[in-house]
């Protein structure tokens, strides 16, 4: 036979398939097809009619023809690197048809999806000179990989890949939620979880953005819901049971082959299950039983001089894991990502901060000098005190408690907070940062006109920081230390911060109002343009704040500009 021959008996074949499920499918597929990549489309219809109103959609198809002598029972396809990277321009994928026939009645037909997370995996696999790549193929049946599902099935999820983002691995701790879905029977279903194509869609944390998975292996299991105890300690809730004959069972970090009697062991995870699977899997050397609520399973372990070597490693890596645990609970932070995903430099940088917390410096690090580390998602400010070979958590009380903040004043030295001075890189994404510190720091602070006028300048600085951020902890800080000031000073200018942390976080009541247009009408403040003017801001007074703003001089304009009230000018006032 020709190839030509090949292709027109192929073709028609997957045309015949095509009549059989006329209800929701039509063929538009050429004989002798000379288009690059695709030989046509199959179209899908929601009613039989296929009326252009039930129309759903098209699927893009590659047919190609094998006349063999035999059938195998695993199947390949040696496609050009050249047509996959063709497909991967078109964003909803290509379904591959390989139909191996001996003769016009005695055939089977094989398929491969090449969808886009498909094309994604086999490319990033495929070498800079290769110039071609075999493709795994599977055979259509007449259950759960009939042609019907398979043409559903893959249409569904090239709508749902099309333009979408494929993450791997490395963003698997981000997944807020996980779904698939799939065309097939009730009685169908196990057996296409199995042997076909399960594709997953993730929603991420944070972000809510509809991402592709790439493909894992699925298998059947169950959800067994029992107390897992080793001498009467409970370690989990609940166990798994895989495979057809129920002989694998996977607790905690352990897997275990009930035919070979043997354990296979997997710590991932946090610092904290990697410390409570590892006091499990110490537990289990040690007492070599697990008990399912009432039943007990025994390991009698022979090779004790494995097994002690393992104890010893294991034992090494729970207090590794319980180091990291407390360095990160001094910061008031819980090592909440999965350890695996952390890079070599976030690696390195975690060791330099586990020694430094056991008191090794080394002589880069100057005394009672601010430092910053940033491991992962993690930043964290400390101070080190080498005469104690400490770190000082920077926001602590211990810090509060070990320094002195003063403020020069006429030849005098006032003490305040020794937060004061905060910049927003001490604020911005520091992991450590304890509001509750910075408003205590004042707890133990004589109050002045010279503090009071400190704390004003903080309140700005968490405002600014706010405005920047959208964190409302920032917001927070301010409104507490605005209420020092307001509580014990009550100027005019700590009333006027007040309203406008107030402002950012509902309207200002009449009341409010008021007060602020007492304060306008005072006449020490005639001539205070800059005053007047966030005043106007607040009340949204658009004559009088281009009035004021006409009379101010130019050094007043930019120090108006300057403050986190000017942050607040919107419509008219702009």
């Known amino acids: 036979m020709t190839n030509t021959d090949i292709e027109e008996v192929a073709t028609n074949i997957i045309k015949e398939q095509i009549s059989r499920n006329r209800d929701c499918l039509r063929p538009f597929i050429n004989d ?46 040696q496609i050009p690197v050249t047509t996959l990277k063709g497909f991967q321009k078109e964003v909803k994928g ?30 990033q696999k495929i070498r800079d000179d290769q110039e071609t790549f075999s493709l795994n193929l599977k055979m259509i049946n007449n259950g759960a990989l009939s042609f019907k599902n398979v043409c559903l099935n893959f249409f569904k999820n090239s709508n749902k890949q099309a333009g979408k983002r494929i993450i791997d691995k490395s963003e698997f701790s981000k997944i807020e939620e996980l779904k698939f879905e799939i065309i097939a029977k009730q009685d169908e279903y196990e057996e296409y979880m199995e042997i076909a194509d399960v594709y997953t869609y993730a929603t991420l944390k944070g972000t809510h953005e509809e991402v592709v998975t790439i493909k894992g292996k699925w298998t059947s299991f169950s959800n067994i819901r029992k107390n897992v105890c080793i001498n009467n300690k409970k370690y989990y809730s609940e166990y798994k049971v895989f495979g057809s004959n129920r002989d694998i069972i996977v607790v905690g970090p352990i897997t275990i082959y009930l035919n070979d009697n043997k354990l296979h062991i997997d710590i991932c995870g946090t610092p904290k299950q990697r410390i409570k699977d590892l006091n499990f899997i110490l537990d289990l050397f040690k007492y070599q039983y697990i008990t399912f609520d009432d039943v007990k399973l025994e390991f009698p372990f022979n090779n004790l001089d494995k097994i002690n070597k393992n104890k010893e490693l294991f034992y090494k890596q729970l207090k590794y894991y319980e180091k990291i645990v407390q360095v990160f609970k001094f910061f008031n932070t819980d090592f909440d990502i999965e350890f695996e995903n952390l890079s070599k430099e976030d690696l390195t940088k975690l060791h330099r901060l586990m020694s430094m917390f056991d ?16 491991i992962n998602k993690f930043k964290f400010i400390f101070v080190p005190v080498k005469n104690k070979n400490k770190l000082y958590n920077f926001y602590s009380q211990e810090m509060i408690n070990n320094t002195i903040c003063f403020l020069p004043n006429n030849g005098k030295k006032i003490k305040t907070s020794i937060f004061v001075n905060l910049t927003p890189e001490e604020l911005i994404d520091v992991s450590n940062f304890n509001e509750k ?72 009541s009449t009341n409010d109002k008021k007060i602020l247009n007492n304060i306008s009408q005072n006449k020490k403040y005639k001539n205070d343009y800059v005053l007047l003017a966030c005043i106007d801001i607040l009340l949204k007074n658009k004559f009088n704040y281009e009035e004021h703003y006409r009379l101010m001089k130019s050094k007043d304009r930019n120090l108006l500009k300057q403050f986190p009230i000017y942050n607040l000018i919107e419509g008219d006032l702009k």
């Open 32 to 77: 002798n097809d000379k288009t690059p990549f695709w030989d046509g489309n199959i179209y899908i219809y929601n009613k039989s009619t296929k009326t252009n109103e039930d129309f759903e959609g098209k699927i893009d198809v590659q047919v190609k023809g094998r006349h063999v002598t035999h059938y195998k029972d695993k199947n390949t396809f």
């Open 94 to 123: 290509t379904l591959l048809f390989v139909v191996d026939f001996k003769n016009d009645d005695d055939y089977r037909i094989y398929y491969c999806n090449l969808l886009p997370v498909d094309l994604y995996e086999i490319l």
């Open 359 to 374: 008191g090794n410096f080394g002589d880069e690090l100057s005394e009672l000098q601010k430092y910053y580390i940033k």
């Open 437 to 508: 510190i910075i408003v205590k720091s004042f707890k133990n602070i004589e109050l002045n006109d010279i503090v009071f006028d400190s704390i004003n300048s903080l309140i700005l600085t968490f405002i600014n920081t706010y405005d920047k951020t959208n964190n409302k902890t920032f917001l927070s800080v301010a409104d507490k230390l605005s209420q020092i000031n307001c509580k014990n000073r009550n100027s005019d200018i700590d009333i006027i911060n007040s309203k406008q942390i107030k402002y950012r976080k509902k309207s200002l």
